[in-house]
């Protein structure tokens, strides 16, 4: 079935640091692939997407690549603030395939000023 | 605000109790998921439908039940609260087109304890 891996958090970086969540997927087919935040307290919310090989997601600073030969979409950012400390999930779908979607377990991200 | 409103935000359950937590979209979005949140464990899904009048099982469907009777509402009941049941309950949407996908719009989440 599909899974998705996420690289083991904590991840601790101080301010203006440069940010990389690595995410690996198994899937049949060609899922569209998410990352989401979810800050203390709150729920999910969708950060960025792409849909097919080779997009670029980019969001608030965030970018991600789909990366169909090795089956990845890290997250990347080049500057981290304070404000981005969260918790970050790399998800596959949903598609018209499958109505539901799957999840990495996430990786907690903490920026120090 | 459009979006995807979860009831209640926080419950307490007495192990054995049973009860309905809501969710209702107005985005008119075809699927909808029901997902449990434990620490150190991410989001394991229980149920997910991809229209009125259909729904399936998760990975961790046990104790659960769901119905979907309208485009909008989803609700999950808990058929008898134990103390594992215990955890952040998140409803989501999205739609469904043909060659791509849109992400889950999340709610804000339902806190339970069973006691």
């Known amino acids: 079935g599909d899974s998705v891996t996420q690289m083991e958090g904590p991840v601790t970086l101080s301010e203006e640091a440069f940010l990389t969540i690595n995410c690996t997927y198994t899937?049949?087919?060609?899922?569209?692939l998410f990352w989401y935040v979810q800050y203390p307290g709150e729920g999910l919310q969708l950060l960025l997407k792409?849909?097919?090989?080779?997009d670029k997601g980019s969001n608030k600073g965030f970018e991600a690549t789909y990366r169909k030969e090795t089956t990845s979409f890290h997250l990347e950012k080049g500057s981290v603030q304070v404000s981005d400390s969260a918790v970050y999930f790399c998800?596959?779908?949903?598609?018209?395939?499958?109505?539901?979607?799957?999840f990495g377990d996430g990786t907690t991200l903490t920026v120090k000023p | 605000n459009a979006g995807v409103t979860q009831t209640p935000k926080f419950q307490v359950l007495k192990t054995g109790q049973s009860m309905t937590l809501q969710c209702a979209q107005d985005?008119?979005?075809?699927?909808m998921s029901w997902y449990r949140q434990d620490p150190g464990m991410g989001l394991r899904l229980i149920h997910y439908?991809?229209?009125?009048?259909?729904?399936d099982q998760g990975e961790v469907p046990n104790g659960y039940n769901v119905s979907r009777s309208t485009t909008e509402d989803f609700p999950l009941r808990l058929l008898s609260a134990a103390p594992s049941q215990t955890s952040v309950y998140f409803c989501?949407?999205?739609?469904?087109?043909?060659?791509?996908?849109?992400?889950?719009?999340f709610g804000s989440g339902t806190r339970l304890t069973v006691v």
């Open positions: 989501a949407s999205s739609y469904s087109r043909t060659g791509g996908s849109y992400g889950y719009t």
């Open positions: 899937a049949t087919g060609y899922p569209s």
């Open positions: 792409a849909t097919k090989a080779d």
């Open positions: 998800a596959l779908g949903p598609n018209t395939n499958a109505g539901k979607s799957t």
């Open positions: 985005m008119n979005h075809e699927y």
């Open positions: 439908s991809v229209g009125a009048g259909i729904t």
